[in-house]
């Protein structure tokens, strides 16, 4: 699904596969397994990206993942705690990766009031968290083609301990694209939001070097280039609005 959306917006994107999904890792808690591989995974991502054998002018990294529920975590105050940690080692992975030039993506997650996924087990709130509400990554809600936010969509502020603002803007789920869920079924989930964003600033990098323009400062120009809804400025369900690239592709000149 994922690999069917992104390119929506960058057909010409070179593809980069991992299936921490799939992860058998053990550990202490649900995420804690899961997390030691997506540590590897940008570990690898992270070393790649300076040599000289990269041949790519910028990475764009989808996450379409994200903690469910607090029972999936350690519980507050053991050293291997995720969810409102932003020294756990994957979170700090995570800005290393957007310092060095890298924009990062993420799924706001399913847990929105109106109609939350079942593994939410009916929380709703502060349901945003881990790397999903870092400070450096650009977090997506979801909206149908209508852009009515759709029910399920996360709503903030993230989680207390990391960054509040999350989302950061919305993009488009819910359609019928890939069919990975069987003929006719649409792909959906802000797992959808987020890699149609992510061929979005994918797009914007084949005329965009990150040197040029760090992913800090490309995210602060797309929450300010978001459609507002219902109206200018933040708001739990959309963030600043939704997601616009022609606008941004305009600021730069593009």
Not at 9 to 29: E, V, Y
Not at 127 to 145: E, F, K, Q, R, S
Not at 165 to 177: I, M, Q, R, S, W
Request: aromatic share 8%.
């Amino acid at each position: 699904m994922c690999a069917y959306d992104a390119p929506i917006a960058a057909p010409r994107a070179t593809l980069l596969d991992f299936p921490i999904l799939h992860s058998t890792t053990p550990g202490g808690s649900v995420m804690s397994g899961f997390l030691s591989d997506a540590l590897l995974a940008y570990s690898y991502l992270l070393s790649r990206i300076r040599t000289a054998a990269w041949r790519f002018s910028s990475l764009v990294v989808n996450n379409s993942w994200g903690m469910y529920h607090p029972s999936w975590d350690f519980p507050a105050g053991h050293p291997g705690r995720y969810a409102d940690n932003p020294n756990h080692p994957f979170n700090l992975i995570v800005g290393t990766l957007a310092r060095a030039g890298v924009d990062i993506l993420f799924a706001a997650g399913n847990c929105g009031a109106n109609c939350p996924d079942g593994r939410c087990q009916g929380l709703v709130t502060n349901t945003i968290t881990g790397a999903n509400a870092h400070p450096d990554v650009l977090t997506l809600a979801g909206c149908d083609t209508k852009d009515r936010r759709v029910g399920y969509s996360s709503q903030g502020p993230g989680i207390a301990g990391m960054s509040p603002d999350k989302p950061d803007v919305t993009a488009y789920t819910h359609f019928l694209g890939s069919e990975a869920y069987g003929p006719g079924r649409a792909d959906g989930g802000t797992s959808t939001a987020c890699p149609v964003a992510a061929g979005c600033v994918a797009a914007l990098r084949t005329r965009l070097a990150a040197a040029q323009v760090p992913p800090a400062s490309l995210f602060a120009t797309i929450r300010a280039q978001a459609l507002g809804k219902p109206g200018p400025g933040w708001n739990p369900d959309y963030g600043t609005g939704i997601i616009r690239p022609l606008p941004v592709a305009t600021h730069y000149g593009l």
